[in-house]
Protein backbone atom coordinates (compact mmCIF):
# COMPACT_ATOMS: atom_id res chain seq x y z
CA UNK A 1 0.00 0.00 0.00
CA UNK A 2 2.90 2.44 0.56
CA UNK A 3 4.70 0.97 -2.57
CA UNK A 4 1.58 2.04 -4.15
CA UNK A 5 1.37 5.48 -2.99
CA UNK A 6 5.23 6.79 -3.09
CA UNK A 7 5.07 6.96 -6.85
CA UNK A 8 1.49 9.03 -6.53
CA UNK A 9 3.51 11.60 -3.90
CA UNK A 10 6.28 11.60 -6.02
CA UNK A 11 4.27 12.70 -8.95
CA UNK A 12 2.56 15.38 -6.67
CA UNK A 13 5.80 16.69 -5.67
CA UNK A 14 7.19 16.85 -9.35
CA UNK A 15 3.90 18.38 -10.15
CA UNK A 16 4.00 21.13 -7.15
CA UNK A 17 7.83 21.88 -8.48
CA UNK A 18 6.79 21.97 -12.33
CA UNK A 19 4.07 24.73 -10.83
CA UNK A 20 6.47 26.78 -8.52
CA UNK A 21 9.32 26.69 -11.79
CA UNK A 22 5.76 27.68 -14.26
CA UNK A 23 5.42 30.58 -11.58
CA UNK A 24 8.68 31.80 -10.96
CA UNK A 25 9.53 32.02 -14.78
CA UNK A 26 6.66 33.80 -14.97
CA UNK A 27 7.40 36.52 -12.30
CA UNK A 28 11.00 36.94 -14.22
CA UNK A 29 8.84 37.36 -17.42
CA UNK A 30 6.79 39.63 -15.69
CA UNK A 31 9.85 41.45 -14.17
CA UNK A 32 11.58 41.55 -17.59
CA UNK A 33 8.36 42.96 -19.16
CA UNK A 34 8.26 45.68 -16.40
CA UNK A 35 11.41 46.46 -16.57
CA UNK A 36 11.80 47.07 -20.76
CA UNK A 37 8.26 48.92 -19.98
CA UNK A 38 10.33 50.76 -17.62
CA UNK A 39 13.10 51.24 -19.69
CA UNK A 40 10.43 52.03 -22.88
CA UNK A 41 9.01 54.99 -20.80
CA UNK A 42 12.06 56.29 -19.98
CA UNK A 43 13.09 56.45 -23.17
CA UNK A 44 10.00 57.98 -24.76
CA UNK A 45 10.12 60.53 -21.59
CA UNK A 46 14.04 61.66 -22.33
CA UNK A 47 12.53 61.50 -26.71
CA UNK A 48 9.35 64.06 -25.45
CA UNK A 49 12.24 66.03 -23.49
CA UNK A 50 14.28 66.57 -26.43
CA UNK A 51 11.14 66.90 -28.26
CA UNK A 52 10.10 69.72 -26.42
CA UNK A 53 13.81 71.33 -26.19
CA UNK A 54 13.91 71.37 -29.97
CA UNK A 55 10.41 73.11 -30.40
CA UNK A 56 11.36 75.20 -27.34
CA UNK A 57 14.36 75.95 -29.81
CA UNK A 58 11.95 76.38 -32.73
CA UNK A 59 9.94 78.63 -31.14
CA UNK A 60 12.27 80.89 -29.68
CA UNK A 61 14.01 81.53 -33.13
CA UNK A 62 10.50 82.38 -34.44
CA UNK A 63 10.21 84.98 -32.05
CA UNK A 64 14.10 86.33 -32.73
CA UNK A 65 13.28 86.27 -36.34
CA UNK A 66 9.75 87.75 -35.82
CA UNK A 67 9.43 91.21 -36.63
CA UNK A 68 9.45 93.97 -33.84
CA UNK A 69 6.83 95.79 -32.43
CA UNK A 70 5.74 98.83 -33.99
CA UNK A 71 7.45 101.60 -32.38
CA UNK A 72 5.03 105.02 -31.63
CA UNK A 73 6.75 107.02 -34.15
CA UNK A 74 5.94 104.46 -36.98
CA UNK A 75 3.64 106.47 -39.70
CA UNK A 76 4.16 104.70 -42.97
CA UNK A 77 2.63 101.43 -43.57
CA UNK A 78 1.38 98.80 -46.40
CA UNK A 79 -1.79 99.46 -47.63
CA UNK A 80 -3.61 95.75 -47.23
CA UNK A 81 -4.14 93.34 -50.11
CA UNK A 82 -7.78 93.49 -49.89
CA UNK A 83 -8.08 97.35 -50.48
CA UNK A 84 -5.34 97.29 -53.25
CA UNK A 85 -7.19 94.99 -55.24
CA UNK A 86 -9.76 97.14 -56.20
CA UNK A 87 -7.44 99.65 -57.29
CA UNK A 88 -3.40 98.99 -58.01
CA UNK A 89 -3.01 101.82 -59.54
CA UNK A 90 -4.41 104.39 -57.06
CA UNK A 91 -1.88 103.04 -54.54
CA UNK A 92 1.45 102.20 -56.32
CA UNK A 93 3.91 104.81 -57.39
CA UNK A 94 3.78 105.11 -61.10
CA UNK A 95 7.10 107.35 -61.78
CA UNK A 96 9.15 107.64 -58.98
CA UNK A 97 9.93 105.91 -55.74
CA UNK A 98 10.20 107.40 -52.65
CA UNK A 99 11.35 105.47 -49.32
CA UNK A 100 12.09 101.82 -49.43
CA UNK A 101 8.69 100.08 -49.86
CA UNK A 102 9.04 100.71 -53.76
CA UNK A 103 12.70 100.61 -53.68
CA UNK A 104 14.02 98.57 -56.53
CA UNK A 105 11.16 98.25 -58.55
CA UNK A 106 12.09 97.77 -62.46
CA UNK A 107 9.19 99.92 -63.97
CA UNK A 108 10.90 102.86 -61.79
CA UNK A 109 14.83 103.00 -62.48
CA UNK A 110 14.91 105.53 -65.16
CA UNK A 111 14.16 108.31 -62.10
CA UNK A 112 17.01 106.79 -59.96
CA UNK A 113 19.36 108.24 -62.54
CA UNK A 114 17.61 111.50 -62.14
CA UNK A 115 17.68 111.50 -58.39
CA UNK A 116 21.87 111.00 -58.94
CA UNK A 117 21.37 114.80 -61.19
CA UNK A 118 19.58 115.93 -58.26
CA UNK A 119 21.91 115.56 -55.96
CA UNK A 120 24.99 116.62 -57.71
CA UNK A 121 22.64 120.20 -58.12
CA UNK A 122 21.70 119.89 -54.51
CA UNK A 123 25.55 119.80 -53.15
CA UNK A 124 26.62 122.23 -56.29
CA UNK A 125 23.99 125.06 -55.34
CA UNK A 126 24.20 124.61 -51.56
CA UNK A 127 27.69 124.22 -51.49
CA UNK A 128 27.67 121.12 -49.13
CA UNK A 129 29.94 118.75 -47.41
CA UNK A 130 29.24 115.23 -48.63
CA UNK A 131 30.60 113.61 -45.28
CA UNK A 132 28.69 116.31 -43.16
CA UNK A 133 25.44 114.88 -44.81
CA UNK A 134 26.41 111.24 -44.84
CA UNK A 135 27.35 112.44 -40.83
CA UNK A 136 23.68 113.54 -40.11
CA UNK A 137 21.64 111.32 -42.38
CA UNK A 138 23.48 108.38 -40.49
CA UNK A 139 22.89 110.09 -36.77
CA UNK A 140 18.50 109.78 -37.90
CA UNK A 141 18.33 106.39 -39.16
CA UNK A 142 17.46 104.40 -36.33
CA UNK A 143 14.83 106.78 -35.96
CA UNK A 144 13.80 106.45 -40.17
CA UNK A 145 13.78 102.89 -39.88
CA UNK A 146 11.50 102.94 -36.53
CA UNK A 147 8.69 105.22 -38.92
CA UNK A 148 8.18 102.18 -40.99
CA UNK A 149 5.61 99.18 -39.87
CA UNK A 150 8.53 96.62 -41.58
CA UNK A 151 11.98 96.25 -41.58
CA UNK A 152 14.13 97.98 -44.02
CA UNK A 153 15.98 95.22 -45.45
CA UNK A 154 19.09 97.64 -46.80
CA UNK A 155 22.53 97.51 -45.05
CA UNK A 156 22.78 100.95 -42.94
CA UNK A 157 25.09 102.51 -46.12
CA UNK A 158 22.47 101.76 -48.51
CA UNK A 159 19.77 102.80 -46.07
CA UNK A 160 21.23 106.18 -45.52
CA UNK A 161 22.38 106.67 -49.02
CA UNK A 162 18.72 105.82 -50.03
CA UNK A 163 17.21 108.85 -47.41
CA UNK A 164 19.73 110.88 -49.04
CA UNK A 165 18.81 110.49 -52.73
CA UNK A 166 15.34 110.92 -51.95
CA UNK A 167 15.41 113.40 -49.80
CA UNK A 168 17.33 115.30 -51.78
CA UNK A 169 15.14 114.93 -54.93
CA UNK A 170 11.91 115.86 -52.93
CA UNK A 171 14.00 119.23 -52.01
CA UNK A 172 15.22 120.46 -55.36
CA UNK A 173 12.13 119.09 -56.82
CA UNK A 174 10.22 121.72 -55.17
CA UNK A 175 12.97 124.49 -55.10
CA UNK A 176 12.54 123.97 -58.97
CA UNK A 177 8.86 124.26 -59.24
CA UNK A 178 9.33 127.86 -57.02
CA UNK A 179 12.09 129.19 -57.58
CA UNK A 180 12.93 130.25 -60.95
CA UNK A 181 16.75 130.18 -60.56
CA UNK A 182 16.98 126.59 -59.20
CA UNK A 183 15.43 125.82 -62.95
CA UNK A 184 17.40 124.64 -66.03
CA UNK A 185 16.37 123.98 -69.34
CA UNK A 186 17.49 120.19 -69.57
CA UNK A 187 15.16 119.68 -66.88
CA UNK A 188 12.17 118.57 -68.80
CA UNK A 189 10.67 116.94 -65.63
CA UNK A 190 9.20 120.53 -64.37
CA UNK A 191 8.16 121.59 -67.75
CA UNK A 192 6.32 118.55 -68.44
CA UNK A 193 2.40 118.90 -67.11
CA UNK A 194 2.43 114.74 -67.28
CA UNK A 195 5.21 114.32 -65.73
CA UNK A 196 4.46 116.74 -62.59
CA UNK A 197 0.98 115.60 -61.99
CA UNK A 198 2.42 111.89 -61.89
CA UNK A 199 5.26 113.40 -59.37
CA UNK A 200 2.79 114.65 -57.27
CA UNK A 201 0.54 111.71 -57.13
CA UNK A 202 3.31 109.67 -56.44
CA UNK A 203 4.54 111.97 -53.89
CA UNK A 204 0.94 111.71 -51.59
CA UNK A 205 0.82 107.67 -51.60
CA UNK A 206 1.41 106.04 -48.03
CA UNK A 207 3.77 103.54 -49.37
CA UNK A 208 5.77 106.34 -50.97
CA UNK A 209 6.69 108.60 -48.26
CA UNK A 210 9.99 109.53 -46.55
CA UNK A 211 9.80 111.05 -42.97
CA UNK A 212 9.24 114.63 -42.65
CA UNK A 213 11.55 115.41 -40.29
CA UNK A 214 14.91 114.19 -41.61
CA UNK A 215 14.01 115.99 -44.94
CA UNK A 216 13.85 119.07 -42.62
CA UNK A 217 16.70 117.93 -41.02
CA UNK A 218 18.80 117.76 -44.28
CA UNK A 219 17.12 121.18 -45.67
CA UNK A 220 18.00 123.21 -42.19
CA UNK A 221 21.61 121.85 -42.30
CA UNK A 222 21.50 123.14 -46.25
CA UNK A 223 19.94 126.34 -46.50
CA UNK A 224 19.87 127.27 -42.79
CA UNK A 225 22.26 130.12 -42.92
CA UNK A 226 20.74 131.35 -46.60
CA UNK A 227 19.19 135.05 -46.36
CA UNK A 228 15.78 135.24 -47.67
CA UNK A 229 15.42 132.03 -48.33
CA UNK A 230 11.88 129.81 -47.86
CA UNK A 231 11.54 127.86 -44.79
CA UNK A 232 10.77 124.10 -45.50
CA UNK A 233 7.43 124.49 -44.45
CA UNK A 234 6.86 127.47 -46.60
CA UNK A 235 8.47 125.84 -49.22
CA UNK A 236 6.02 122.54 -49.19
CA UNK A 237 2.74 124.42 -48.05
CA UNK A 238 3.75 126.11 -51.33
CA UNK A 239 3.99 123.13 -53.44
CA UNK A 240 0.94 121.44 -51.95
CA UNK A 241 -1.12 124.93 -52.13
CA UNK A 242 -3.36 123.49 -54.06
CA UNK A 243 -5.10 121.21 -51.74
CA UNK A 244 -4.66 124.04 -48.71
CA UNK A 245 -7.93 125.53 -49.27
CA UNK A 246 -8.74 126.85 -45.90
CA UNK A 247 -5.28 129.08 -47.03
CA UNK A 248 -3.57 127.38 -43.82
CA UNK A 249 -0.29 129.02 -42.55
CA UNK A 250 2.82 126.99 -41.61
CA UNK A 251 3.01 126.41 -37.99
CA UNK A 252 5.82 125.59 -35.92
CA UNK A 253 3.80 123.71 -33.47
CA UNK A 254 2.17 121.69 -36.26
CA UNK A 255 3.48 118.12 -35.86
CA UNK A 256 3.94 116.67 -39.86
CA UNK A 257 4.47 113.01 -40.17
CA UNK A 258 5.37 113.10 -43.73
CA UNK A 259 3.57 114.65 -46.85
CA UNK A 260 0.11 112.42 -47.26
CA UNK A 261 -0.44 113.50 -43.38
CA UNK A 262 -0.04 117.54 -44.57
CA UNK A 263 -2.88 116.88 -47.18
CA UNK A 264 -4.91 115.14 -44.09
CA UNK A 265 -4.24 118.16 -42.22
CA UNK A 266 -5.67 120.43 -44.79
CA UNK A 267 -8.57 118.76 -45.29
CA UNK A 268 -9.46 118.97 -41.57
CA UNK A 269 -11.26 121.48 -39.98
CA UNK A 270 -9.18 124.19 -37.39
CA UNK A 271 -7.81 121.93 -34.68
CA UNK A 272 -9.59 124.37 -32.18
CA UNK A 273 -13.29 123.34 -34.10
CA UNK A 274 -12.56 119.64 -34.77
CA UNK A 275 -16.03 117.89 -33.97
CA UNK A 276 -16.09 115.35 -30.41
CA UNK A 277 -15.66 111.75 -31.72
CA UNK A 278 -18.85 109.65 -29.94
CA UNK A 279 -18.68 106.15 -29.87
CA UNK A 280 -22.38 105.55 -30.82
CA UNK A 281 -22.17 103.78 -33.69
CA UNK A 282 -25.56 102.54 -33.85
CA UNK A 283 -27.19 105.40 -35.59
CA UNK A 284 -26.48 104.42 -39.31
CA UNK A 285 -27.82 106.38 -42.30
CA UNK A 286 -30.42 105.01 -44.43
CA UNK A 287 -31.89 106.82 -47.31
CA UNK A 288 -29.55 108.29 -50.65
CA UNK A 289 -29.87 111.55 -52.50
CA UNK A 290 -32.43 110.55 -54.46
CA UNK A 291 -34.57 108.93 -51.39
CA UNK A 292 -34.14 112.18 -49.34
CA UNK A 293 -34.74 114.13 -52.24
CA UNK A 294 -38.23 112.30 -52.56
CA UNK A 295 -39.17 112.80 -48.92
CA UNK A 296 -38.69 116.71 -49.26
CA UNK A 297 -35.09 117.65 -48.66
CA UNK A 298 -33.40 120.13 -50.72
CA UNK A 299 -29.68 120.01 -51.51
CA UNK A 300 -27.51 123.14 -51.90
CA UNK A 301 -24.09 123.65 -52.06
CA UNK A 302 -22.04 124.69 -49.17
CA UNK A 303 -19.56 127.85 -48.89
CA UNK A 304 -17.54 126.34 -46.29
CA UNK A 305 -13.71 125.92 -47.06
CA UNK A 306 -13.74 122.87 -45.33
CA UNK A 307 -14.97 120.14 -47.60
CA UNK A 308 -16.54 118.16 -43.96
CA UNK A 309 -18.53 120.94 -43.26
CA UNK A 310 -22.16 119.52 -44.28
CA UNK A 311 -25.18 121.01 -42.28
CA UNK A 312 -29.32 120.56 -41.98
CA UNK A 313 -31.36 123.14 -41.27
CA UNK A 314 -34.86 123.55 -42.09
CA UNK A 315 -34.92 120.71 -45.10
CA UNK A 316 -31.60 122.20 -47.00
CA UNK A 317 -28.75 119.98 -46.75
CA UNK A 318 -25.83 122.31 -47.23
CA UNK A 319 -22.36 120.17 -48.71
CA UNK A 320 -19.54 122.14 -49.79
CA UNK A 321 -18.32 121.20 -53.32
CA UNK A 322 -16.27 118.15 -54.17
CA UNK A 323 -14.52 117.75 -57.48
CA UNK A 324 -14.01 114.69 -59.14
CA UNK A 325 -11.12 113.77 -60.86
CA UNK A 326 -8.88 110.95 -62.18
CA UNK A 327 -6.65 111.51 -58.92
CA UNK A 328 -9.27 111.55 -56.22
CA UNK A 329 -9.66 107.99 -55.50
CA UNK A 330 -5.78 107.63 -54.76
CA UNK A 331 -5.78 110.91 -52.68
CA UNK A 332 -8.74 109.34 -50.43
CA UNK A 333 -7.79 106.16 -50.37
CA UNK A 334 -4.83 106.49 -49.21
CA UNK A 335 -5.99 109.11 -46.71
CA UNK A 336 -8.66 106.76 -45.55
CA UNK A 337 -5.73 103.85 -45.26
CA UNK A 338 -3.76 105.82 -43.23
CA UNK A 339 -6.14 106.65 -40.90
CA UNK A 340 -7.17 103.28 -40.87
CA UNK A 341 -3.60 102.54 -39.16
CA UNK A 342 -2.94 105.86 -37.82
CA UNK A 343 -6.12 107.87 -36.72
CA UNK A 344 -8.43 104.92 -35.84
CA UNK A 345 -10.23 106.70 -33.69
CA UNK A 346 -9.81 109.86 -35.22
CA UNK A 347 -11.00 109.56 -38.45
CA UNK A 348 -12.42 112.11 -39.93
CA UNK A 349 -11.86 111.59 -43.59
CA UNK A 350 -13.31 107.66 -43.15
CA UNK A 351 -16.28 109.76 -41.95
CA UNK A 352 -16.55 111.84 -45.09
CA UNK A 353 -16.14 109.07 -47.05
CA UNK A 354 -18.87 107.11 -44.98
CA UNK A 355 -21.59 109.89 -45.98
CA UNK A 356 -20.28 110.26 -49.80
CA UNK A 357 -21.14 106.67 -49.73
CA UNK A 358 -25.33 106.73 -47.77
CA UNK A 359 -25.88 109.44 -50.44
CA UNK A 360 -24.28 108.42 -53.64
CA UNK A 361 -26.13 104.53 -54.71
CA UNK A 362 -27.29 104.66 -58.05
CA UNK A 363 -26.35 107.12 -61.12
CA UNK A 364 -29.85 109.25 -60.00
CA UNK A 365 -27.91 110.30 -57.06
CA UNK A 366 -24.69 111.38 -58.90
CA UNK A 367 -26.70 113.63 -61.50
CA UNK A 368 -29.49 115.14 -58.62
CA UNK A 369 -25.73 116.11 -56.83
CA UNK A 370 -24.19 117.57 -60.25
CA UNK A 371 -27.68 118.99 -60.64
CA UNK A 372 -27.38 120.61 -57.12
CA UNK A 373 -23.41 121.97 -58.03
CA UNK A 374 -22.25 119.67 -54.87
CA UNK A 375 -20.47 117.58 -57.08
CA UNK A 376 -18.26 118.26 -59.97
CA UNK A 377 -18.03 115.06 -62.48
CA UNK A 378 -14.14 115.70 -63.77
CA UNK A 379 -14.83 111.79 -64.72
CA UNK A 380 -17.19 112.14 -67.17
CA UNK A 381 -19.43 109.29 -66.50
CA UNK A 382 -22.18 109.05 -63.45
CA UNK A 383 -21.53 105.25 -63.37
CA UNK A 384 -17.55 106.48 -62.65
CA UNK A 385 -18.60 108.48 -59.47
CA UNK A 386 -20.46 105.37 -58.22
CA UNK A 387 -17.87 103.33 -58.95
CA UNK A 388 -15.14 105.72 -57.46
CA UNK A 389 -17.30 106.16 -54.16
CA UNK A 390 -17.87 101.96 -53.34
CA UNK A 391 -14.45 101.76 -53.68
CA UNK A 392 -13.43 104.36 -51.35
CA UNK A 393 -16.22 103.30 -48.98
CA UNK A 394 -14.98 99.31 -48.98
CA UNK A 395 -11.67 100.75 -47.84
CA UNK A 396 -13.20 101.64 -44.65
CA UNK A 397 -12.23 98.11 -42.45
CA UNK A 398 -12.32 99.44 -39.22
CA UNK A 399 -14.97 102.43 -37.54
CA UNK A 400 -14.63 102.52 -33.95
CA UNK A 401 -16.47 105.90 -33.10
CA UNK A 402 -18.00 108.48 -35.36
CA UNK A 403 -17.89 112.09 -35.80
CA UNK A 404 -20.61 113.58 -33.14
CA UNK A 405 -21.62 116.14 -35.94
CA UNK A 406 -22.20 113.41 -38.83
CA UNK A 407 -24.46 111.18 -35.58
CA UNK A 408 -26.58 114.20 -35.20
CA UNK A 409 -26.93 114.81 -38.56
CA UNK A 410 -27.79 111.05 -39.70
CA UNK A 411 -30.72 111.29 -36.70
CA UNK A 412 -31.86 114.86 -38.41
CA UNK A 413 -32.35 113.38 -41.64
CA UNK A 414 -33.85 110.36 -40.90
CA UNK A 415 -36.17 112.03 -38.77
CA UNK A 416 -37.51 114.16 -41.45
CA UNK A 417 -37.68 111.30 -43.67
CA UNK A 418 -39.91 109.29 -41.69
CA UNK A 419 -42.27 112.93 -41.09
CA UNK A 420 -42.46 113.75 -44.70
CA UNK A 421 -41.76 110.87 -47.25
CA UNK A 422 -45.81 109.69 -46.94
CA UNK A 423 -46.75 113.49 -47.78
CA UNK A 424 -44.37 113.34 -50.51
CA UNK A 425 -45.39 109.87 -51.71
CA UNK A 426 -49.20 111.05 -51.67
CA UNK A 427 -48.50 114.13 -53.75
CA UNK A 428 -46.43 112.16 -55.95
CA UNK A 429 -49.34 109.32 -56.47
CA UNK A 430 -51.99 112.08 -56.53
CA UNK A 431 -50.03 113.88 -59.51
CA UNK A 432 -49.43 110.50 -61.15
CA UNK A 433 -52.67 109.59 -61.11
CA UNK A 434 -53.81 112.88 -62.25
CA UNK A 435 -51.68 112.46 -65.12
CA UNK A 436 -52.81 109.06 -66.09
CA UNK A 437 -56.10 109.69 -66.10
CA UNK A 438 -56.50 113.16 -67.15
CA UNK A 439 -53.33 114.44 -68.83
CA UNK A 440 -52.23 111.75 -70.92
CA UNK A 441 -53.21 113.00 -74.32
CA UNK A 442 -53.94 116.09 -75.73
CA UNK A 443 -57.63 115.10 -76.09
CA UNK A 444 -58.58 114.11 -72.96
CA UNK A 445 -56.01 116.79 -71.31
CA UNK A 446 -58.53 119.56 -73.60
CA UNK A 447 -61.65 117.54 -72.36
CA UNK A 448 -60.33 117.65 -69.10
CA UNK A 449 -60.16 121.35 -69.28
CA UNK A 450 -62.80 121.96 -71.17
CA UNK A 451 -65.13 119.90 -68.13
CA UNK A 452 -63.14 122.13 -65.40
CA UNK A 453 -63.96 125.60 -67.57
CA UNK A 454 -67.99 124.39 -67.49
CA UNK A 455 -68.11 123.35 -64.05
CA UNK A 456 -66.47 126.67 -63.07
CA UNK A 457 -69.57 128.45 -65.44
CA UNK A 458 -72.08 126.42 -63.68
CA UNK A 459 -71.17 126.96 -60.59
CA UNK A 460 -70.88 131.01 -61.19
CA UNK A 461 -74.16 130.93 -63.17
CA UNK A 462 -75.44 129.26 -59.60
CA UNK A 463 -74.04 132.09 -57.64
CA UNK A 464 -75.70 134.46 -59.63
CA UNK A 465 -79.17 132.92 -59.78
CA UNK A 466 -78.88 132.54 -55.92
CA UNK A 467 -77.73 136.69 -55.84
CA UNK A 468 -80.64 137.94 -58.45
CA UNK A 469 -83.58 136.03 -56.06
Known sequence: MEESSTPKIQEANAL????????????????????????????????????DTQLVNDITKMLESSEPSLSPKCCIYRVPHDVRKLNEEAYTPQFISIGPFHHGDKRLE??????????????????LNVKKLVSIVRDKE????????????LSSDDCVKLILMDASFIIVFFLMCQLEEWRSDDDLIVVTPRMMTTIVKDMWLLENQLPFFVIKEIFNFAFGSFSNFPSFAQLIFGFFRGYNTKKMSPDPNLEIMHFLDLLRTFFLPQSRRLPQR?????????YSASHLHDAGVKFKVGLSKCLFDLKFT?????????????????????????EQYRYLFDAYVTDYICVLDFLIDTVTDVDLLVGNKILVNGLGDSNAVTTLVNNLSKNNVTYLNSNSNYCNL??????????????????????????????????ITASTIGAIILLVLTLIQTVCSIISL
Not at 278 to 286: A, F, I, S, T, Y
Not at 432 to 443: G, K, Q, V, Y
Request: aromatic share 12%; glycine share 4%.
Open 314 to 338: NGVLEIPCLKLYNDTESLFGNLVAL
Open 110 to 127: IMEKLKVRYFKQFVKKAT
Open 410 to 443: YEDLNTFYFRHIWKARFRRDYFATLRRDFLSTPW
Open 278 to 286: GNDVGVKPL
Open 16 to 51: IINVNEIAEIQREANTSTQTEELHSEANASIENEDR
Open 142 to 153: GDVRRCYAESIQ
